[in-house]
């Protein structure tokens, strides 16, 4: 009996050591793409952080009252641009990004824009109208992918078929902290305080006009950044859940060595114990 105890666990090890290989050299993996991971999200922050400046500053100058792209008009359904990852094993990474979702829709229809083969897995599965199920790769994802994916959701916008779009993405704070967030696209949203400035920004053509052209290559630009800065927190988030994993896998490794010890001395004094009892009779 105690025989058989002692096999059940040895095999038991030698599965965690096996397991705690992969989770190992899956935590290297990660590792190596984060730096490249993290200086591509740099490298895609100051083209959207300049061109918002830009949008921002046209629409704090026009004076219709009815302006593409900022008018803001009755919501009937809505459209979310889903950043998640292409594979699982990263702790909480992709269910996050799907309860924000599920949390910010709040009963009203809407139709996704995923990026990530998780995302278009889960929303397929919810029989959720995709706007596009192409796109299953975040990582290397190009400028001229997303500026495509920017015309499609224009073109949606502008024909009503949803009157709001949102981004939902995984901001990089920190190797151990990353933040779903959700960011509305259009209708562009005025900002509340207008800082008056000495010298006014003259638009030739108009600022609407301007709008027009310009909200493509914002889009474009801004699911770039997002995409990039989704890619660096999944990257993280697997890197910090293997390594979880593998530690987890040597305090097991070290719980059933520590019960193999004590089935094999539980073994040896019972050996014992009937050799003696065995002479004394």
Do not use: W
């Not at 292409?86 to 990026?115: D, I």
């Not at 599965?125 to 001229?144: F, P, Q, W």
């Not at 224009?154 to 779009?165: K, N």
């Amino acid at each position: 009996m105690a025989g058989s105890s002692m096999k059940a666990i040895k095999l038991r090890i030698k599965s965690v050591e096996s397991t705690m290989q992969i989770t190992k050299a899956m935590q290297l993996v990660a590792t190596s793409k984060l730096r490249r991971a993290k200086e591509r999200m740099e490298n895609s922050k100051p083209y959207a952080t300049v061109s918002r400046e830009a949008i921002m500053k046209a629409v704090s100058q026009c004076s219709e009252p009815q302006v593409p792209f900022v008018t803001p008009r009755e919501v009937n359904n809505r459209c979310y641009v889903v950043i998640a990852g292409e594979r699982g094993l990263a702790g909480g990474y992709n269910a996050n990004v799907f309860k924000a979702v599920a949390s910010h829709a709040e009963g009203v229809p809407y139709c996704v824009l995923p990026l990530g083969r998780k995302a278009i897995d889960k929303f397929q599965h919810m029989g959720i109208k995709l706007l596009n199920d192409k796109i299953g790769h975040v990582e290397g994802l190009r400028v001229s992918s997303c500026y495509q994916l920017a015309q499609r959701l224009i073109s949606g916008y502008r024909d009503g078929e949803f009157d709001q779009l949102f981004l939902v993405y995984t901001s990089f704070q920190s190797m151990m902290s990353q933040e779903v967030r959700v960011e509305q696209l259009l209708p562009i949203e005025r900002a509340k305080e207008q800082v008056e400035r000495n010298v006014a920004t003259i638009y030739e053509p108009s600022p609407e006009e301007m709008l027009e052209k310009a909200v493509p290559d914002f889009l474009a630009g801004r699911l770039y950044s997002a995409a990039c800065d989704s890619f660096a927190s999944e990257v993280s988030a697997r890197r910090n859940a293997m390594d979880s994993a593998t530690k987890n896998a040597g305090e097991m490794i070290s719980d059933l060595k520590l019960k193999y010890n004590r089935a094999r001395q539980g073994a040896i004094t019972q050996e014992i114990t009937e050799i003696v009892a065995g002479a004394e009779q």
